[in-house]
């Protein structure tokens, strides 16, 4: 007979091991869950908080008080280029950095504010050459300002570049370039760089910014679909009488993804441009009030600035423009539309004698 009291428990220890491998295999990855659940919440309140657009700081306290930390004058020019300054530098020192160029998360998983970027730098470079090509040249054959014709090309750096060099390492020179104008502008009694407020160069500048403006108009209002002429049509043959000349027509839209990065670029350009505005009606006073253009650029600022508005919805909606849903899209472009038209009608102004 068997001995059943004298059995080995052999199975019974071979069970044991592996409920005990099993159970540690569970705590591993209960774990590894739990870490990335807290790396993913952590990420989504890092991102939240680097998402956050910066706020509209006032123009003409900072350029005093920067002025009066570096002990400079407050000469013609001084504003606009100490505004340009902290416009840029606000791109570097804002809450994250410079987003655009990351390569890690929470900055690779956003891309309203690197759209939102692109927007301030958009007017950076239109600015920086401005004022190479026109505000610090008394004609077309004076020379050029040394340390402009650096500034320049450095805004002008492919703003996805990430090392060798960086996006942040090029800004960071052009805004050193910046500086130096500034202390030859008003360091000295006679100084060494020029700043001229001319209503002409005011003017030209104001072309590239109507240009810029009327895109994005375009571009936010085909969120929703729209029809579009083309305007090369080309009459080989003579329109018969009584029929109207036939032109090509072609729908145009925004891809569905694509419609919160044209959102942010524009608040983006509605933020630089409403703060550089604000430092030429400083600098351009004089012209300004000789061609009763003041008014003009006020209303242009508080379009811009009403487009800085809060945006309270978790997510940019796209919703007919009647429909049901808000459209924010289409509420941009009418704050766009409407200070590009105020633009044209400055620019009218400046070129009446």
Do not use: C
Not at 72 to 78: H, S
Not at 88 to 102: I, M, R, V
Not at 169 to 182: F, M, N, Q, T, V
């Amino acid at each position: 007979m068997l001995d059943w009291k004298n059995r080995t428990e052999e199975p019974k220890v071979g069970l044991d091991e592996s409920t005990k491998h099993g159970g540690k295999a569970r705590w591993a990855l209960r774990s590894l869950a739990t870490l990335l659940g807290v790396y993913l919440i952590l990420a989504f309140a890092i991102g939240w908080y680097w998402s956050r657009e910066p706020d509209l700081f006032p123009v003409q306290q900072h350029a005093k008080a920067a002025a009066e930390q570096a002990q400079r004058k407050l000469v013609t020019g001084y504003t606009t280029v100490e505004t340009l300054k902290q416009v840029s530098s606000t791109l570097l020192d804002k809450p994250g950095g410079y987003l655009a160029n990351d390569l890690a998360p929470p900055g690779l998983w956003l891309d309203d504010m690197p759209s939102w970027e692109y927007g301030v730098l958009v007017q950076v470079r239109d600015l920086s050459r401005a004022l190479r090509k026109d505000f610090a040249r008394s004609q077309s054959q004076s020379t050029e300002d040394f340390d402009l014709a650096k500034a320049e090309p450095r805004f002008n750096f492919d703003n996805k570049s990430w090392a060798l060099p960086s996006a942040e390492s090029e800004y960071a020179e052009g805004i050193k370039s910046l500086d130096r104008y500034l202390a030859r502008l008003s360091g000295s009694a006679q100084p060494q760089a020029q700043f001229y407020a001319r209503a002409d160069n005011l003017n030209n500048w104001l072309g590239d910014v109507a240009t810029r403006l009327g895109s994005l108009s375009q571009r936010l209002s085909a969120s929703v679909g729209r029809v579009r002429l083309d305007s090369e049509t080309k009459i080989d043959e003579p329109v018969p009488e009584g029929q109207a000349v036939p032109v090509r027509e072609e729908m145009v839209q925004t891809p569905w993804l694509q419609i919160d990065n044209v959102f942010y670029e524009a608040r983006g350009q509605a933020w630089a441009l409403s703060h550089i505005l604000r430092a030429i009606e400083v600098d351009f006073a004089d012209v300004l009030a000789k061609k009763n253009a003041t008014i003009s650029v006020r209303q242009i600022i508080r379009e811009l600035e009403s487009a800085q508005d809060p945006l309270w919805s978790p997510m940019v909606l796209n919703g007919s423009g009647y429909g049901v849903l808000a459209n924010h899209s289409l509420v941009m472009a009418n704050y766009i539309s409407r200070a590009n038209a105020a633009i044209i009608d400055l620019r009218t102004l400046l070129s009446q004698g």
